[in-house]
Structures are given as structure tokens and as C-alpha cells.
């Protein structure tokens, strides 16, 4: 090997340079399976610098930081601004999308973020109160929804594994918790089962989807008399 690299190195020292740099552009994607002359995706370029700039707030390598402390310290971050709020919402859906170990102490996280007067928190208290009687309703899950809008409605079919197999268990769970806007996301999602296709791949999306959908249905017929039309997402169902 060192021989070749020394002949291609003497005959030609810009292509070797040229080779590398097309390698650190593209291939580092977490989420998607891609070529190498293909440029790497903004989002997830976007959510992947969020998470490298947070990544020790939202997961701290110490042992001894409890949840309160690291909640406390992730709300002090999201209250400074819509930016900073978004950005750590952004982080977090990096992380819960590409690092399954973390995904659930993310998802509480993303859930305790949003859920701060209306995921308002950095706005004013006047601005913030309507939207906070209107509890999980309200439009505070408006950047991950679009972001995730992003990921399966263009995106889907090009996703590594695991990115997948998250996308689907986060999606299962923003539908049991009612995220205003989940019923678009699922619409989005059905989409992606390919009709007469019997792949493994898409025969666990169809079944994935049976599950949340079915699963949603029981605990509606549980629940109906007691929470009437109390969530917009409930048409769906």
C-alpha cells in the first residue's frame, strides 16, 4: 500500500488532495446512504452542528449530574432566545435520531423543552399565556415537526437503518403523547409504504404504522367519554 501511495503521491500530489477532501465533504452522513460525489444534506448538516455545539449540555459525560441539574441547565439555554430554543430542539432530535442509548432521556428532554409555557419560554410572559392554557396543543412543536416533515416526506427511502428505526419509534411516541401536528407527520409516513412492494423494509413500515395506528385506536375507545375533542389530532383517528 505505502508504494502505491508514494507513486500516486509523486505523480500527481493535487489528486490525493482532491480525493480527500471529496471523502470529508460527503460521507460522514449519519442519516443517509449516499454516493461520494453527493453533497452532503443541509438539515441534517444543520441538526449535526447544533448537536456538536451542545452535545456535552444534552449529554453529559459525568456520572454524577441528576436530571434536575441537566434539565435546569438545558431550559436556561432554550429561555435565551427562539435561536437557542430551536437549536437545542435541533440537538436533541440529532441525537434521538442517531444514538438510540440516549434517545428516550432525549425525548423526555424535547418533551420538557417544549412543553415551558408553550415552548415560549425566552417570549415575553403576555405573549406566552394564551399559548400556554392551550397546553400540548399549541404550536410549540413547530420546528421539530417541520424538520421531521423534512426527513419522511423526501428524504425516507434514503435513510440508514438505524436513522429509521428511530424516525418510526419517534413517531410512535409524539402520537401517544398527542404532539399537536403528529397526524401530519403519520400522513406523511403512510405515504412511504410502497404498494405491492414485500421488502423486508417495507413490510416493517406498514407494520410499524399498523401498530401506532391500532394502538392509538384502543386508547381513544378507552378515553373517548372522558377527553371529548380535547386534542386536534384526535380526527384523525
Known amino acids: ?64 449530574s441528576s436530571d434536575n441539574s441537566l434539565f435546569s441547565s438545558l431550559t436556561q439555554y432554550a429561555n435565551q432566545s427562539k435561536a437557542h430554543y430551536d437549536e437545542l430542539c435541533g440537538a436533541l432530535l440529532y441525537s434521538i435520531l442517531t444514538d438510540p442509548a440516549t434517545s428516550s432521556r432525549c425525548l423526555r428532554n424535547l418533551f420538557l ?3 415551558l409555557s408553550g415552548g415560549g419560554g425566552y417570549s415575553s410572559s403576555t405573549d406566552s399565556a394564551p399559548a400556554a392554557a392551550g397546553g400540548a396543543g399549541t404550536g410549540q412543536y413547530t420546528v421539530l415537526i417541520s424538520n421531521l416533515s423534512n426527513i419522511t416526506s423526501e428524504n425516507y427511502h434514503r435513510l440508514k437503518d438505524q436513522p429509521r428505526q428511530q424516525l ?17 407527520l403519520l400522513t406523511l409516513m403512510l405515504r412511504n409504504i410502497q404498494s405491492g412492494n414485500l421488502s423486508d423494509k417495507n413490510v416493517w413500515l406498514a407494520e ?22 380535547s386534542s386536534s389530532s384526535s380526527s384523525l383517528w
Open 168 to 184: 418510526v419509534w419517534l413517531l410512535k411516541e409524539l402520537v401517544k403523547a398527542r404532539v399537536n401536528q403528529c397526524d401530519k
Open 113 to 115: 423543552c417544549n412543553n
Open 1 to 64: 500500500h505505502s508504494g502505491h501511495h508514494h507513486h500516486h503521491h509523486s505523480n500527481n500530489p493535487g489528486g490525493l488532495h482532491h480525493s480527500q477532501l471529496v471523502v470529508a465533504v460527503s460521507n460522514d452522513s449519519k442519516f443517509y446512504v449516499m454516493s461520494s460525489i453527493e453533497i452532503k444534506d443541509q438539515l441534517e448538516s444543520q441538526l449535526e452542528d447544533s448537536f456538536n455545539k451542545l452535545q456535552s449540555l444534552i449529554n453529559p459525560q459525568s456520572s454524577h
Open 208 to 229: 410499524s404504522l399498523l401498530d401506532i395506528l391500532s394502538e392509538q385506536t384502543n386508547n381513544n375507545t378507552d378515553t373517548a367519554g372522558s377527553s371529548s375533542g
